[in-house]
């Protein structure tokens, strides 16, 4: 997706925080610089010492009772949310809704995911007892994205949190505000920690720089591939592992035994909520010819009343980041020339800040608005000659983030052949919602996962123990004392282990 990875840092010392719909000014915020960030780290690194030493189930106390401050600031933090993203305020509450969600269950599952767990030593080691402890990486950085500021940095920020690392979050340039509140809350609700567990840190694209060479133990990181590509690079520098998590192009299969008005009705609402600014929203739809035109006819029909706006009344709001609004017209454009048929709006919805429902048909394979991430309230669909062809067509392309497939009697049969990292069956998007299930892609899309038990793991090493119990007599096999008979024996031996399959 595109996220925190534009506006390079010049010779300002200030971050202006704006509303997109009115460029409104919201806030200032000094921006860190190098030695800003390095500071922040060393804070950090302090605190993980305190924070990593205490029991699940204190820090899951802790986590709760930031999950409580964020419902009983709720309010304030659904306007803040509607002011510097945009984002009508019932769509605010919902993403914190799902934030709390992931709170609770990296909270209350990271004892039983990361505790220390006896392993079997084997036949040759039995006089050993094996031990798997998962240890906290320290200090984690985390860069997160504008388009979900609370929800999708949180997929990195609770699960590091709760399996005892500290945190330094740079949240986007566009949402510095939320990014700020969430961390303050989590600060209120915990007056007894020390100061670092949970640092914010502000600026833009070189702020963000600092923190991957600031000595963090991981870097996790919401954004575009390019961007993602450059973090990788220069994280190498220093052995820094890298979690990634980088938009998609996300299709839907619609197959011949569909429900045409379910899918129709996920397609509009996954393709234009969020003004489409959603890493796993729908970009590509590929359904079956002989429900083509019924499918088409009902997601226009949907889409024709569907507006953007900052009112009480808008469906979704303006486009954040305003460089964004060139990429959609470019693609909307090329679609066109590349033999698109746009049956709802064109160039002529992109109308300020605000872009209108766009639905392009049949559009080349090749052009742009296949290709590469859109990211705003566009949606191509094509026609397929069944279920094959759009299976193939799914996995062509370079991203493998999301997807969703609609049919009465194959939706799981499908899936199971497509090259993603999630899929939703008869929905859209419901993966990101189901606190248990890892979110992540393929190819494009990134590297690691957040959620549910791979995400807790993404936040912690492993540490292998092994406990000699007992000596057996004649068997030191890992000394200089080994004898020739200990070697005859084990000849023996493993033949009748390991040699008799057939």
Not at 17 to 37: C, F, Q
Not at 125 to 130: K, Y
Not at 482 to 498: D, G, Y
Request: charged share 20%.
């Amino acid at each position: 997706m595109t996220a925190t990875d534009t506006a390079p840092l010049d010779q300002a010392e200030s971050l202006t925080s704006v509303n997109p719909a009115t460029g409104e000014t919201l806030a200032t915020y000094r921006i860190d610089n190098e030695d800003a960030v390095r500071a922040a780290v060393a804070k950090a690194r302090i605190a993980a010492a305190t924070w990593g030493a205490l029991t699940f189930a204190e820090r899951k106390k802790h986590l709760l009772r930031w999950g409580s401050k964020l419902v009983e600031k709720s309010d304030a933090l659904c306007e803040l949310i509607h002011a510097e993203n945009g984002k009508p305020k019932d769509d605010a509450y919902l993403e914190m809704m799902l934030a709390l969600e992931h709170i609770k269950w990296a909270a209350s599952n990271a004892e039983k995911v990361l505790k220390p767990k006896k392993v079997s030593p084997g036949a040759l080691m039995s006089n050993f007892a094996a031990h798997l402890e998962q240890r906290p990486l320290g200090v984690v950085g985390v860069i997160g994205p504008w388009n979900y500021p609370v929800y999708t940095p949180n997929g990195s920020l609770a699960y590091a949190l709760a399996a005892g690392n500290a945190v330094v979050f740079k949240p986007s340039e566009f949402s510095t505000g939320i990014g700020n509140f969430v961390a303050a809350a989590f600060a209120e609700a915990n007056p007894e920690l020390p100061d670092g567990v949970f640092t914010v840190i502000n600026g833009y694209g070189a702020t963000g720089a600092a923190l991957v060479k600031a000595g963090v133990d991981k870097l996790a990181f919401t954004g575009s591939t390019a961007t993602g590509k450059k973090i990788m690079a220069s994280a190498a520098d220093t052995l820094t592992p890298v979690l990634l998590e980088c938009g998609g192009k996300d299709a839907v299969i619609v197959a011949a035994d569909a429900d045409v008005k379910a899918a129709a009705d996920a397609v509009a609402w996954g393709a234009t909520s969020n003004s489409g600014q959603t890493c796993a929203g729908v970009e590509r739809v590929y359904v079956d010819k002989s429900i083509a035109d019924e499918f088409v006819a009902e997601v226009k029909r949907i889409l024709t009343d569907i507006k953007p706006g900052s009112d009480d009344k808008a469906s979704y709001g303006p486009m954040t980041m305003p460089s964004q609004i060139d990429i959609v017209r470019r693609h909307i454009e090329d679609a066109i020339k590349n033999g698109g048929k746009a049956v709802l709006g064109g160039p002529e919805s992109i109308k300020g800040p605000y872009i209108e429902p766009v639905i392009l048909v049949d559009t080349d394979e090749s052009s742009d608005a296949v290709c590469e991430e859109t990211f705003g309230p566009t949606v191509t669909i094509r026609t397929v000659n069944g279920v094959d062809e759009a299976v193939e067509l799914t996995n062509k392309s370079k991203y493998g983030l999301g997807s969703a497939v609609y049919s009465r009697k194959q939706g799981l049969e499908i899936a199971r052949r497509l090259n993603v990292g999630c899929t939703s069956v008869n929905s859209v998007l419901s993966y990101a919602a189901i606190s248990g299930l890892p979110f992540g892609g393929t190819g494009d899309s990134g590297i690691g996962r957040i959620h549910g038990a791979p995400g807790l793991l993404e936040f912690s090493r492993p540490h292998s123990i092994a406990v000699q119990r007992f000596a057996i007599p004649g068997m030191a096999l890992l000394s200089y004392s080994r004898t020739e008979s200990t070697m005859k024996m084990l000849r023996k031996i493993v033949p009748f282990i390991h040699g008799r399959a057939k």
